[in-house]
């Protein structure tokens, strides 16, 4: 049976975008498993994670099995990590933000793509790390060559190579935060057994990164199905911060989420929203 997973991060109330990704992922999976993305500890807050079952049972959609909550995990990531360092794939990365950014000639959104190396090299220091705060970034270098160019499958039976260039030294963990969005992603895929990745286009960066981690880490692949991700009519994006209405304010406008959830699945968006690529 596929098994797929809808992993928002409360960080906010969920919108339209949330919906309709969370109803492609019950349409296409026959298991469909929730995954609370709870492990940046400046956004996260719990109030959110009730709002998040709310909002699915508003929906109509009633997640397979418990939750899976990230911030219960870190053993696992911590696991994950240790195996990438015995191997000599990651290193202690002691930049801060403003070191990255002005050694930077243009600004780059991935803390991995535009990183430009300074700490990869270095010896390590067990007793410079005790008294910094650092980060553990992947060695991307390193880590190709064990990997090859290891290449995801989306949904559609396109096959792409991972590309050396998007991947860079993405960091893996920080010393405050036992693991970044990438290295829980794909632990918690493997564990929980998902075979289908449902998700907004707008990730589909993420999938290289994603896919060298599950093949250093001996995890199974995944197929992936990147869908378009709903806009304002004029084109802007759905973010949590603007005007775009939450499922909770739609749900107290009156709106019907169970008729919601049908029109979305067969591709019918409430007037003033369009799909599009990102
Ligand atoms: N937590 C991520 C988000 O809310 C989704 C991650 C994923 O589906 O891989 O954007």
Redesign the pocket.
Known sequence: MTTSRF???PTGRLHLGHAYSAVLGRLAAGRWLLRI?DLDPGRARPEFVGGIMEDLAWLGLAPDGVPLVQSARVAAYADALEQLKREGLVYACFCTRADIAASLTAPHGDAGSGYPGTCRELADDPERRERTPHSWRLNSANAMAAAGLPGWREADGITFASDAAQIGDAILARKDAPSS?HLA?VVDDAASGVDL?V??AD?RP?TPVQRLLQVLLGLPEPTYLHHPLVVHEDGRRLAKRDSAPTLAAMRDAGVDGRALADALATGLLPPSYRLAMP
């Open positions: 992993a928002p991060s993305e969005y992603c990745v998700r907004g990730l993420s």
